[in-house]
């Protein structure tokens, strides 16, 4: 198994500029998370989904957009990049919601300028 | 909303010692409770769970943490630590949406330093 696979590891962009971010798991996870993360402010959850077809919202969801048109797959898109998005962006993946164990990504260092 | 706190930025222990981070938390009903590690440049990784019982939880790479109900913590713990040991540690609570899902929240992060 790869796990949680994300691409690309780093990317620069412009004010203004879209670009999706990929996730995809192979471990038949129903449940799959967008989070990023900023110097003293942790982790922080900006969508989620909870199977095919079902997405909702986290803590931080406003810029960001995510489909699940697949068990696999969770792309995030950045609709018009902003300075505010520089940041370390994770996505993971559990078997259900309720109580498992989340399994992380390396990471994509996002820096917008 | 569910949530937890860290109230320590970094603690620093010197190797052999025994350690402690620390997490509160504030929820309604039961609280799903989890720790998890990160080292440099990587991603996350799972430590250990509290969901019900035993309020000792004991985890991956030697670590434990203890449920407390009547604090409202959650302390990471090692008896000995390693300098391998350093690292950021992350509490986290389950919180359930107003549609009725699943989310996690995190804490904001304590960096561990193992002093030789």
């Known amino acids: 198994n790869a796990g949680v696979t994300q691409t690309p590891k780093f990317q620069v962009l412009k004010t203004g500029q879209s670009m999706t971010l990929q996730c995809a798991q192979d471990m038949n996870h129903e449940y799959m998370s967008w989070y990023r993360q900023d110097p003293g402010m942790g982790l922080r959850l900006i969508h989620y989904?909870?199977?095919?077809?079902?997405?909702d919202q986290g803590e931080v969801p406003n810029g960001y957009n995510v489909s699940r048109s697949t068990t696999e797959d969770f792309p995030l898109r950045l609709l018009s990049a902003a300075p505010s998005q520089t940041s370390v962006y994770f996505c993971?993946?559990?078997?259900?919601?309720?109580?498992?164990?989340?399994?992380f990504g390396p990471g994509t260092r996002l820096t917008v300028l | 909303a569910q949530s937890v706190a860290q109230p320590e930025d970094q603690v620093n222990v010197a190797e052999g010692n025994p350690l402690t981070v620390k997490c509160t938390y504030s929820?309604?009903?039961?609280?799903?409770l989890f720790w998890y590690v990160q080292y440099p440049n990587r991603g996350l990784q799972f430590l250990l769970k509290y969901i019900t019982g035993d309020n000792l939880v004991k985890g991956s790479y030697g670590f434990e943490a203890e449920f407390n109900k009547s604090q409202t913590s959650f302390h990471l713990k090692k008896p000995s630590a390693l300098v391998s040991d350093s690292a950021l540690y992350f509490c986290?609570?389950?919180?359930?949406?107003?549609?009725?899902?699943?989310?996690?929240?995190f804490g904001t992060g304590t960096r561990l330093k193992v002093l030789a």
């Open positions: 993971a993946s559990s078997l259900r919601g309720n109580t498992d164990t989340q399994y």
């Open positions: 986290a609570v389950r919180d359930i949406s107003t549609s009725g899902t699943y989310k996690y929240i």
């Open positions: 989904s909870v199977g095919a077809g079902i997405t």
């Open positions: 929820v309604s009903g039961n609280p799903y």
